[in-house]
């Protein structure tokens, strides 16, 4: 899998967190996870070795302080990776220390030494804090020298003091760091640090604070060979076929994986190591690629790195021309090994899986010579550096959102369960509403049904009950006409037609409202009632607003109609009167019927059934004494409560 450089703007350049939904927001957290799973891990090396260069301490922070590494001939570059000395933070845990605040990348060619800024980071960039490589993009600008110029530095942890240091710089061109064991200068007017561990070519030696730990790959044990090695013990790798080689990685043998280390770090690495390239198995063309001395510690890291002058060879052979051996037990006799050879041809590593022999006794059956070109350490695949050191970068970028992004999820999820909490409320405020709402309609519904009884009750005495009466009266009348047949046809006809009428309303007695052609006009069923009740008395009726009272609704149209009968026969009934006075009108909203006779009068008192019925319309209802004796009945139903005009 190819890695891309990973910028700064990776957290920026993604949508602001607040504009994303939940849904992508978590989408995103399982992408996170699933990215850094696929990416190299953090291991830092122990033991004791070159940490990197720095400069002298200030004591503030705006110092103009830079490193310029000479590249040589013109390449092209494609990154620069800036690796950054690490510290140990009794809280925080590791962390770079005097990484600068505020700096720019520059690069040029020959003698221009103003060059072009590649890049240019302040404390706006959000560098800090990391112990990850920061990859710069150089967008394949041609360069043979480059430098880093630092106007804000940071403090390193120990003093306090101000300070401008690297572990590593790395500018690679393709695969190749073409920085590695170049010509490094720096100001000349200042001092430099001569602690141990922090030479000024320690920033380009190809020593890396970290122990390269893939994500794939299973582990592999490094091979070490046993302590009789005889004169100039040699390892062979043959590459199955002429290749030019420019590069070569060793890795160290593992360090121990226990805290403390049992070893510094250099176990199986010889004093003197010659590398020799030839065509002939016999190396008897031999040329001689490299040699790499270990005088100190300071000499030896996770990974030798070192590039020579291209040169064609089939068959490479290590050769320990020096033996080391461990001041501290001079006794124990020294052992040759490496985690992994790796020997590079344009830009690939051409040993891998190719056969390595020895010239000396290997019988360890836990360290095979074939461990040697593998393609895996102690913690599973070899990466290539700069492949190593993007995926490093680009899983500090995805730590760094991860948690941003797992905050404003927190955030939503705590807002969600406030809606929930807040919906639940809602539901149980709801639920009681519904419950409140029920009881109420089915209180309603029994107040409606016992109204139903009252009314039909009502209806069947005032409405049959009136027309039975009629019929009673008609009765009497036709007995005094048996003599007068023409009267007495005219009574009989008078009395099938109430009959006939009774059965309607007795029929329609339940729900009157449909029963439309039984009173649809209240004016002519006025008429009607008080000539069919009053039948022998004296009656005067008189009408206002009759217009407006034919708007009346049915409902009401009945029950005021019902209310009069019911006041026709009290007067038949009870008053012993022998005449009577209707005057119904509907004038500025209002309906008033006034029922007057000479009779024996109530005593200011309304009778019940007029009373029940006033209930069902609504309206108010008094009982009077006229001039002259008798009785009075006054109904007035107001226009807000029968609501018969627009």
């Not at 068959?315 to 020997?343: H, K, Q, T, W």
């Not at 040993?351 to 836990?366: C, G, I, R, W, Y």
């Not at 007029?610 to 209930?615: G, I």
Request: net charge neutral.
């Amino acid at each position: 899998m190819g890695w891309l450089a990973v910028t700064l703007s990776a957290v920026s350049a993604t949508a602001p967190l607040e504009n994303l939904s939940l849904a992508a927001l978590e989408h995103r957290v399982h992408e996170i996870d699933a990215q850094l799973a696929q990416l190299a891990n953090y291991n830092l090396s122990g033991g004791v070795g070159a940490i990197g260069s720095r400069s002298s301490g200030y004591d503030t922070a705006e110092q103009d302080e830079w490193i310029e590494i000479e590249l040589g001939d013109a390449v092209t570059l494609d990154q620069v990776v800036l690796v950054p000395a690490i510290r140990r933070d009794g809280v925080n845990g590791f962390q770079a220390d005097g990484f600068p605040r505020s700096f720019r990348l520059r690069a040029g060619t020959g003698a221009d030494r103003t060059g072009k800024i590649i890049g240019e980071f302040t404390g706006r960039d959000g560098l800090l804090p990391r112990i990850a490589p920061l990859v710069i993009p150089c967008h394949g600008i041609n360069a043979s020298w480059l430098r880093i110029e630092a106007t804000i530095l940071s403090r390193r942890e120990f003093d306090a003091k101000f300070v401008l240091q690297f572990s590593e710089i790395l500018a690679f061109s393709g695969e190749e760091n073409v920085a590695l064991h170049k010509s490094v200068r720096y100001p000349g007017n200042r001092e430099r640090s001569s602690a141990p561990g922090w030479p000024d070519g320690a920033v380009v030696d190809g020593f890396l604070p970290y122990l390269m730990v893939a994500a794939t790959g299973n582990k592999s044990v490094a091979y070490l060979s046993s302590s009789e090695l005889g004169d100039q013990p040699a390892l062979t790798v043959d590459l199955g076929a002429s290749f030019p080689l420019s590069r070569l990685h060793l890795h160290a043998v593992d360090q121990s994986d226990t805290v403390p280390q049992a070893f510094a770090g250099d176990v199986g690495i010889p004093h003197v190591l010659r590398v020799e390239a030839a065509s002939a198995p016999d190396f008897s063309d031999a040329r001689v690629l490299v040699e790499l001395r270990r005088d100190t510690l300071y000499d030896v890291g996770p990974i030798l790195m070192q590039t020579f002058p291209a040169a064609d060879g089939r068959y490479v052979r290590l050769v320990a021309v020096e033996m080391n051996r461990d001041p501290n037990f001079p006794s124990v006799a020294p052992r040759l090994g490496f985690a992994e050879i790796e020997l590079f041809s344009n830009g690939r590593n051409v040993a891998l899986h190719q056969p390595v022999v020895a010239n000396f006794k290997t019988e360890d059956s836990a360290r095979l010579l074939s461990s040697l070109t593998d393609g895996r350490n102690f913690y599973g695949t070899i990466l290539p550096v700069r492949t190593w050191l993007n995926q490093l970068a680009e899983r500090h970028e995805l730590e760094r959102e991860r948690p941003l992004v797992s905050a404003e999820l927190n955030r939503r999820y705590a807002r969600q369960k406030i809606n929930m909490a807040r919906l639940a409320g809602l539901v149980a405020v709801l639920a009681g509403g519904v419950v409140v709402i029920v009881v109420v309609n089915r209180g309603r519904q029994q107040r409606a049904i016992e109204e139903t009884r009252k009314r039909i009750a009502a209806d069947l005495h005032d409405e049959l009950g009136a027309d039975l009466h009629a019929i009673g009266l008609l009765s009497d009348l036709a007995l005094s006409a048996r003599t007068s047949p023409e009267r007495l046809g005219g009574l009989l006809q008078r009395m099938r037609s109430l009959s006939e009428r009774t059965g309607r309303a007795a029929r329609h007695c339940t729900n009157l409202l449909e029963a439309e052609d039984l009173h649809d006009d209240l004016v002519n069923d006025v008429r009607r009632a008080s000539t069919r009740i009053l039948a022998d008395l004296d009656h005067h009726i008189e009408f206002e607003g009759e217009a407006e009272l034919r708007r009346l609704n049915p409902r009401k149209r009945i029950d005021l109609l019902l209310f009069y009968q019911e006041s026709l026969i009290n007067i038949i009934r009870h008053s012993g009167a022998t005449s009577a006075r209707t005057r119904l009108t509907a004038v500025d909203g209002t309906i008033t019927l006034e029922v007057t006779d000479n009779g024996r009068g109530l005593d200011g008192r309304v009778p019940a059934s007029l009373k029940r019925r006033a209930r069902l319309l609504g309206a108010e209802v008094e009982a009077g004494l006229p001039e002259g004796g008798g009785a009075r009945i006054v109904l007035r139903l107001k226009r807000r409560r029968f609501g018969f005009l627009p």
